[in-house]
């Protein structure tokens, strides 16, 4: 492994793929050789920053042999072509969240990546952090007991003015709105760690917004098939913007993350390893809460050197498109749920409805 370096091309040149950039930068074992962008302005800005090959279009950026894996940072809708035309040219995929619009298409996109035998990865990064595997550890262990309570609390801010960046941040076809675009992360991690789930509840309205047609706020009841209940609160028009809490409570323990912070780690059966759980997370890391931009390139960086050692052994990413196709069914049953004032029962019968 010592002289490896795979080559990573990253399509889209907006604002998350200088964190990507930097996470490459940054990694041992990779190298990253292009970018491609329709954009030619965006696109300059990225190649001439991190000294790499520009191309006008994925199919472009194809032709380039150096080029091993796609990340995929185009908007939402986007990702589902993307991802096929990399299986086409057997290049390895790492897409960002979500992975796709819809269920069939997280499906076609899986079985494309299967005939080519190429990889695909989900960029659903808040599961690599230390407390979040902390707390699915604590729960593999049974250490909670009975989990009563696994809920999501994302009192974020959002301006207008970030709506109106580009066009896609304000459609809900092309995969905005506060639950399918920023809740996301956190919607995955609850259905990482206390999934899967029976019945959601959801509301959704624009409390702040009312410049675009999109949910800023979504409020739901969760219940687990395990028998839990649980709560997602989120929203992007909260300002100053907190940072996002993570909360499961069981009959023997609650452990609790803010931003990258564990908070809470408690539990009846205290053992030695607690102590060193309670100091993960420094507090001082940005998660998102204000801004866009306002995070780092971190837990990215960890999703990109997984990706590299599970094409270099041969194994699955971390973050499968299994894992992360539940999170996704979750979200739709939601826009589901709210848009006819019921709870609505998973698995979802029409997903084409949510839109
Ligand atoms: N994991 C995270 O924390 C995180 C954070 C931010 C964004 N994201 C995700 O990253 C993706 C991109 O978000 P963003 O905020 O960078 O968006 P953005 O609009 O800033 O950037 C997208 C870029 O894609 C380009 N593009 C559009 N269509 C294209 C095409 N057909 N070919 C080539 N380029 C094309 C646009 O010109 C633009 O520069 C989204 O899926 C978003 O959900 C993830």
């Not at 200088?18 to 074992?29: E, N, Q, T």
């Not at 292009?34 to 520009?54: H, I, N």
Request: charged share 20%.
């Amino acid at each position: 492994m010592s002289d490896i370096r795979i080559g990573f091309g990253l399509l889209g040149a907006g604002l998350v793929a200088p964190f990507h950039a930097k996470a490459l930068r940054a990694s041992a074992h990779t190298r990253l050789v292009a970018a491609a962008d329709t954009d030619p302005a965006r696109l300059a800005k990225l190649t001439v920053e991190f000294g790499c090959a520009g191309y006008p279009s994925l199919e472009a950026m194809l032709e380039d042999p150096a080029v091993q894996v796609v990340n995929i940072l185009t908007p939402n809708h986007l990702h589902h072509d993307a991802v096929l035309a990399c299986a086409r040219a057997g290049r390895h995929a790492l897409v960002e969240k979500p992975p796709a619009m819809s269920l069939g298409e997280v499906d076609g996109m899986a079985a494309a990546c299967a005939a080519a035998g190429v990889k695909i990865g989900v960029v659903l990064q808040c599961r690599t952090r230390k407390p979040v595997q902390a707390m699915r550890q604590a729960i593999r262990e049974g250490r909670f007991g009975k989990i009563y309570h696994a809920d999501t609390y994302m009192k974020w801010f959002r301006s207008t003015e970030y709506y109106k960046m580009d066009a896609w941040r304000s459609s809900r076809r092309s995969g905005a709105g506060v639950t399918i675009q920023q809740a996301f992360h956190y919607i995955d991690l609850l259905q990482y760690l206390a999934g899967p789930v029976r019945r959601v509840e959801a509301r959704m309205n624009n409390l702040a917004h009312p410049a675009v047609e999109l949910e800023d706020t979504l409020l739901a009841f969760v219940d687990y098939q395990s028998g839990a209940q649980g709560v997602v609160q989120a929203s992007t028009a909260l300002w100053p913007g907190t940072d996002m809490r993570i909360e499961i409570n069981g009959e023997n323990g609650t452990a609790i993350m803010i931003g990258e912070r564990m908070e809470t780690w408690k539990f009846r059966d205290e053992r030695p390893e607690d102590a060193g759980i309670r100091q993960y997370g420094s507090g001082a890391v940005a998660t998102g809460a204000t801004g866009a931009a306002d995070f780092t390139f971190y837990d990215h960086q960890v999703v990109i050197e997984d990706m590299v050692d599970a094409i270099t052994t041969a194994r699955d990413p971390m973050i499968t498109l299994a894992s992360a196709r539940p999170t996704l069914e979750w979200a739709l049953a939601m826009y589901q749920s709210a848009k006819q004032h019921a709870p609505v029962d998973l698995p979802i019968p029409d997903e084409d409805a949510v839109w």
